[in-house]
């Protein structure tokens, strides 16, 4: 076990305001209870303070909906890893989505805001050694920091949507939602191709940028955009640097499909999407004058710039009624590095959920998935020759895996329980961890 350190002022901030939501909401949530004589009533709210006397739907009669979560990830090694422990990470996370046709009257606009806090301990940097957090919260600074402040207008009975302002990239692009029914990091809605590799950010992490997608037909789209490229983003101290330093310009195109729109139909979709970064690199292997850098004390070559793509889909393949929920759906996603400078050649992803578990649990679902990220032989021979050099110097990674199996228990619409087992495989990618199992608890409440 461990002792946090107190927080700073600048952490309480976020806790206090959330705090003071959640008292003042109290009232609301003891005479919906009192009043009822029920806890049935309290459980099937979409919200747990439920409508705070009714200020709540006033705020969305006024085109202002506000929101909050509250999110812990618990993991534990029983086996396998460094050492043994259990350590515990959270996030809270605030703000509302403003409609600027109903506050303002500007037809088809709105307004994002999104702050988080985020705290805890981290099981893969503490006690197990792997690459991919099998706590996928923990992150991202471990700070106070705003997420998202941007704008959005749609044009053209809503068939191009602009967005301008301060966004992760990984909100938009390179995600599918059905992939974020795990806890472990190396798949949570997004491709890890365009983050590790590439210098891209995810949720909470944000840049400046603008984003443009056109519904060309109802089943299939088109967006792109442009992004800062800032690698410190996600320091610890940097959750409301909001200037406009950085290394270059991140650039991602996407396509999608959407099937199963028809009665009867099995919904899916399908993406396909690269990016650039123009941000200067150093090469995996050689330095500047073309020879093994893991041999020489050169420094390395540097590329004008990088890029890397990906492919994700989830469809659903069995549903148990046509006017149901339940059902089976499988995906998969693989994405691409730039040869010469990402960490990792190829990430590979397949699995999937089955909604409606048993009788009288539609809303829960078991998901399991199996991961695989391949490091780039560039880097695997750098290290190679490093160890040749100097022996002990460096570690030779090869490839780490993940297995993981949830179980989704939607205990009320604003709760959600989600117990779950995780494989590592390879922990590290030098073969010199033992493997490691994982027994984690993932719990979010929606005030």
């Known amino acids: 076990m461990y002792n946090e350190p107190v927080p700073s002022t600048q952490r309480l901030v976020p806790r206090f305001v959330l705090g003071v939501g959640f008292i003042c909401a109290q009232s609301s949530v003891a005479q919906t209870i009192s009043s009822t004589s029920s806890i049935d009533t309290w459980l099937d709210q979409p919200t747990m303070t439920g409508d705070w006397s009714g200020a709540r739907t006033d705020l969305e009669s006024l085109g202002i909906s506000p929101r909050a979560h509250i999110t812990s990830e618990s993991a534990g090694n029983p086996l396998g890893g460094e050492e043994q422990t259990v350590r515990s990470t959270e996030q809270i996370d605030f703000g509302a989505d403003i409609d600027l046709q109903r506050l303002l009257h500007i037809p088809y606009a709105k307004i994002q805001l999104t702050m988080t806090d985020r705290f805890g301990r981290s099981l893969s940097a503490d006690a197990i050694g792997n690459q991919f957090a099998v706590q996928e919260l923990y992150g991202a600074g471990q700070n106070f920091r705003l997420a998202e402040l941007n704008y959005q207008q749609d044009f053209l009975e809503h068939t191009l ?4 302002g301060w966004s992760p990239v990984g909100d938009q692009f390179a995600t599918i939602g059905a992939f974020c029914n795990f806890q472990n990091g190396i798949i949570c809605g997004h491709n890890n191709a365009m983050t590790d590799n590439s210098g891209a950010h995810n949720f909470p992490t944000a840049e400046w940028g603008v984003r443009v997608k056109w519904q060309a037909t109802p089943s299939f789209y088109a967006m792109s955009g442009v992004y800062q490229v800032n690698p410190n ?5 940097k959750g409301w640097d909001l200037s406009l330093r950085g290394t270059g310009v ?8 959407t099937t199963g729109d028809g009665a009867g139909q099995l ?8 990016y650039y970064n123009s941000s200067a690199t150093p090469d995996l292997f050689t330095d500047v004058n073309g020879h093994p850098a893991g041999l020489t004390s050169e420094p390395f070559e540097e590329h004008d710039g990088r890029e890397g793509g990906y492919i994700m889909t989830d469809q659903m393949v069995y549903r148990e009624r046509a006017d149901s929920l339940r059902g089976l759906s499988l995906g998969a996603t693989i994405g691409l590095g730039d ?15 089955y909604q409606g578990t048993f009788p009288g649990r539609d809303n829960d679902l078991i998901a399991f998935m ?17 160890e040749s050099v100097a022996p002990g110097s460096v570690g030779i990674q090869t490839y780490e895996s993940i297995a993981e199996v949830d179980y989704g228990a939607q205990i009320a619409p604003w709760l959600l329980l989600r117990p779950n087992l995780q ?6 990618g030098t073969g010199k961890i033992p493997n490691a199992l994982i027994i984690g608890l993932t719990v979010k409440a929606t005030f």
Not at 267 to 274: F, L, M
Not at 373 to 385: H, I, M, S, V, W
Request: proline share 6%.
């Open 161 to 164: 949507a602009i967005e301008v």
């Open 233 to 237: 983003e996600g320091d610890a101290n």
């Open 250 to 257: 991140f650039a991602p195109v996407e396509l999608g499909w």
């Open 267 to 274: 919904p899916g979709i399908y993406k396909i999407g690269a």
């Open 339 to 353: 040869t010469a400078t990402a960490k990792y050649r190829y990430f590979a992803m397949a699995g999937g959920h």
């Open 370 to 386: 199996f991961a695989y990220a391949k490091t780039n032989p560039r880097l695997t021979g750098y290290q190679e020759d490093r």
């Open 423 to 428: 494989y590592v495989t390879n922990p590290g």
